[in-house]
């Protein structure tokens, strides 16, 4: 914990509740926008969270009660000319959704309001995603003469559905947290986001940490190739499990009625 605590970040903070630490976007000022600077201290921060043995699960929020992310910082836009700039600045921002995506700790999202552009972009990154009631999430991109591209076009369809992601994205509109839930955009709706993603997040800890990571992995691979494909990565990450401790320990508890203590081995 000691290096989460010592690195000092002035749009990011890092806070650790025993296995499970709390990444928040912290600029509620700019509705926590998605500055350059931004986007480079999280991933900065994501790298410290993961080399860090005692998190297992990380949740990501936004500052004050306004917005998750309310999108891309606008104002740095201005300074864009041509092709080149646009796909530099879409790849930068797909690396650090890529990166987030591919960590091998669950990772939620607390959305806490506004959850626009970039900051929905960032909550499809995540691996489960909370809103609070008062949450408004959407890829207004069109709106400005843009596409989304900090991964929305792809993530956003593969978690909704085609029809669904391009409904919200040629019309620009934001939707409500209870229509999120019904479309499966997001896992649950809150009072307190934040709150109820430490909830879930417990739960998750309760069970193997390899088999957490694994069963991730399974996923992620398998959405990239074909069914008999995925199948073969389904298989080859289950013996991978059968192969550990924490197997072991979780049919010999499972057997003899008690609680089981998972150690990641």
Known sequence: MTQLDEFEFNNVQIDQHGPI??????????????????????????????????VGALIITGAGDKAFVAGADISEFENLEGVYD???LSLAGQDVMHQIS?????????????????????????DVRVAATTARLGLPEVSLGLIPGFGGTQRLARLVGAGRALDLMLTARQVKADEALGMGLVNYVADDALTK????????????????SLVKEAVRRGLD???????EVEADLFGMTVATKDFRE????????????????
Do not use: H
Request: glycine fraction near 8%; include cysteine.
């Open 197 to 212: 993603a430490r909830e879930v997040a417990e739960l998750m800890l309760k069970n193997a940490p390899i088999a957490l």
């Open 21 to 54: 630490a709390v990444l928040t976007i912290n600029r509620p000022r700019a509705l926590n926008a998605l500055s350059a600077d931004t986007l480079s201290e999280i991933a900065q921060a994501v790298n410290l969270i993961v080399e860090d043995a005692e």
């Open 102 to 126: 591919s960590l091998p700790i669950p990772v939620i999202a607390a959305v806490n309001g506004f959850a626009l552009g970039g900051g929905l972009e960032l909550a499809l990154a995540c």
């Open 225 to 231: 190739t074909t069914l008999e494909a995925g199948l």
């Open 86 to 88: 646009g796909r530099e």
């Open 250 to 265: 979780g049919v010999d508890a499972f057997l003899n009625k008690r609680r089981a203590e998972f150690q990641g081995e």
